[in-house]
Structure formats: C-alpha cells, structure tokens
C-alpha cells in the first residue's frame, strides 16, 4: 500500500520568511496530493492540492509542486504570518480510496 | 466544499459506556470514512462507511469495538463501544467527492476516565 513520509515534523519561522514542507509517496499510481491545515481544536482544512498532471499550483502565499519520476511534493508557503502556524498534512491518493497521510509538520511563525 | 456536521464536538465519558458519533454532510458523496487522530498525532483511518452494507475496517480495528452505519449517502454513525482511556482520542469524519476531494468534520474529542 501507499506510504507517505513527510519533513520536517517541526518548523520555526521568523514571520515574513518562507516555509517549505516536503512529502515523498511510494504508490507510483497515486494521482492526487492534498495538503491540509489543522488548528488546534478543528478539523483538518484542505488549503491546496494537485493532481499527477500537474508540476506546479499555486494560490496566493502557497503553492504545491510534484515531481512524479522523483516521487516527492511540496509545500512553499510564502511571506508566512502568525496566523499561518497550525500543523500541517500531507496526504496522497490513488482514485476514489482513503487518503494516506503524512505524519504533520508543526509551523510555527515568530512575530 | 462540504459542509460536515459532526455531533457531539466532545464529550466525557465513563470506562464501560458507548457513545455513538453523528456525521451529517450537505450534499450527497462517494465516500465517507471515520478517522482517529491520537494527541499530537497524524490520522489513522478506522473505516470505510459503506452506504446499504457493513463498513469496511482498517487492521486493528474491528466491527464489535467500531460499529459504523451509513444509511444514506449524507450521514453516518460510529459507535465507540466499552470505552476505556486508551479510547480517548479525536475522532474524525471524512468525505470524498467523485473528483478525490476529501473534507473533514471538525471532530469529536472524545475523553473516557
């Protein structure tokens, strides 16, 4: 079955700065690789994904690229604010079956 | 997006006890899945709710301890059976549109002493 490692598990930023969290799968079959935010208290929040077709998304401060052959994705979240501390989840996919999920990253953004 | 209401948000209860978790979603999907997240923990998924048959369990888990129902395709049920505090955890609902993409309820921290 798929396995998804992810790094780092914490991450500390001064606040304006860039962080990038990186995931490797081992299903080459996979197709979909969602990242989501948790906060404390909440559910996980899906912030972007992309699909195999895809290198690159972006969506304001964050972006996600894929890189098949190498199996690995990641997320840059840039200019990063105090509100962006959560931790965070990476997870992949292989059609219409449950999402496997990394172990999270713990961002926090010093003001 | 769905919107995913899960019921209760928390709760605290006996060694012995059941408590049954309510999952309602807004618009009819594919897929739903109950997920467990230990403290500081990632996601472990329980199950697969099947709509009109029984749940499909991950290993480790199983149907007496678990019980899921899923009777139509915006709601579900997990059931924590005999509780003890190793059960004390949050316990997440999933879903998953036909495209792949997967939501989640805000949780249930569920708390046994």
């Known amino acids: 079955g798929e396995n998804v490692e992810q790094h780092p598990s914490t991450l500390s930023v001064q606040e304006g700065d860039s962080a990038v969290i990186k995931c490797t799968y081992s299903d080459s079959a996979s197709n979909y690789f969602p990242w989501y935010k948790q906060e404390l208290g909440k559910g996980p929040q899906l912030i972007i994904d992309?699909?195999?077709?895809?290198g690159e998304k972006k969506d304001q401060r964050i972006a996600v690229t894929l890189n098949k052959t190498a199996k690995h994705f990641s997320l840059h979240i840039t200019e990063t604010q105090p509100e962006d501390s959560a931790v965070y989840f990476c997870a992949a996919i292989r059609g219409n079956t449950p999402l496997v999920f990394g172990k999270g990253t713990r961002l926090s953004v010093i003001a | 997006s769905a919107v995913i209401s899960q019921k209760p948000s928390r709760d605290i209860c006996q060694r012995g006890t059941s408590l049954t978790i309510q999952c309602q979603v807004d618009s009819q999907v594919t897929m739903m899945f109950w997920y467990r997240q230990q403290p500081g923990q990632s996601l472990t998924l329980i199950a697969t709710a099947n709509q009109g048959s029984e749940a499909t369990y991950e290993s480790g888990f199983v149907i007496d301890k678990f019980p899921i129902s899923r009777p139509n395709l915006t709601f579900s049920t997990l059931t924590v059976s005999n509780m003890s505090p190793e059960d004390s955890s949050i316990y997440l609902c999933?879903?998953?549109?036909?495209?792949?993409?997967?939501?989640f309820g805000q949780g249930t921290r569920l708390t046994v002493v």
């Open positions: 999933s879903v998953e549109y036909a495209n792949t993409e997967a939501f």
């Open positions: 992309i699909r195999s077709n895809v």
